[in-house]
């Protein structure tokens, strides 16, 4: 998966849901940051691309990237 994320200049930010591979995965985007959290059984991993860097994901643990403009 790819996230290329932009807000509107109006908008502050956004937060949706969605399955990935049979997981749910957590998207929170605001001016500053991008925030993904994988669920799913404890240990479970996945890998996505964010602005086009590669970032590890673990179930149940948030992880925090800086955007960049």
């Given at each position: 998966m790819t996230l290329n994320p932009w807000l509107p200049d109006d908008w502050d930010g956004i937060r949706f849901r969605l399955r990935?591979?049979?997981?749910?995965?957590?998207?929170?985007?605001?001016?500053?940051?991008?925030?993904?959290?994988?669920?799913?059984?404890?240990?479970?991993?996945?890998?996505?691309?964010?602005?086009g860097e590669a970032v590890s994901l673990t179930a149940g643990e948030p992880v925090r990237i800086v955007r960049r403009r």
């Amino acid at each position: 998966m790819t996230l290329n994320p932009w807000l509107p200049d109006d908008w502050d930010g956004i937060r949706f849901r969605l399955r990935w591979r049979g997981r749910p995965l957590h998207v929170a985007v605001d001016r500053t940051h991008v925030e993904l959290l994988l669920g799913g059984p404890a240990g479970g991993s996945e890998e996505v691309v964010v602005s086009g860097e590669a970032v590890s994901l673990t179930a149940g643990e948030p992880v925090r990237i800086v955007r960049r403009r």
